[in-house]
């Protein structure tokens, strides 16, 4: 399966300039486990649970610290194109859960490591899910 037929199409973004708070509560909202830091069309990191987990291990204050303080920067990302299975080697290889898919220099979709165990479970809904 490729994975532009796996990916979430929309995608929830973050400022590199908001606060960790902000963009937490939008992550909390949308449950979702990452976002894209953007710059207009421009990829310039993910923050994801793991960053959230590291600014409050770190005593960061979330109304205060800007997401740039603990983004990751240049995130391993996919192509659409791309199968489900090198999708699964890359997050292994660099210890990640999200995959920003970019088409170009666009972001055009994302997908997590749960969307990949819920392919291997259940491949016929995972597309349905979509």
Known sequence: MRLRELMRKEVFEASPDECLADAAARMRDHGIGSL????GEELLGILTDRDLMNAVA????AEETRVVSYMSSVPIVAAPGDDTATAARLMVQHDVRHLPIVQGARV???VSARDLLVLQGW???AAARR
């Open 123 to 125: 491949p016929y809904q």
């Open 108 to 110: 055009v979709g994302i």
């Open 36 to 39: 894209p830091v953007m710059a």
């Open 58 to 61: 770190d005593g960061a204050a």
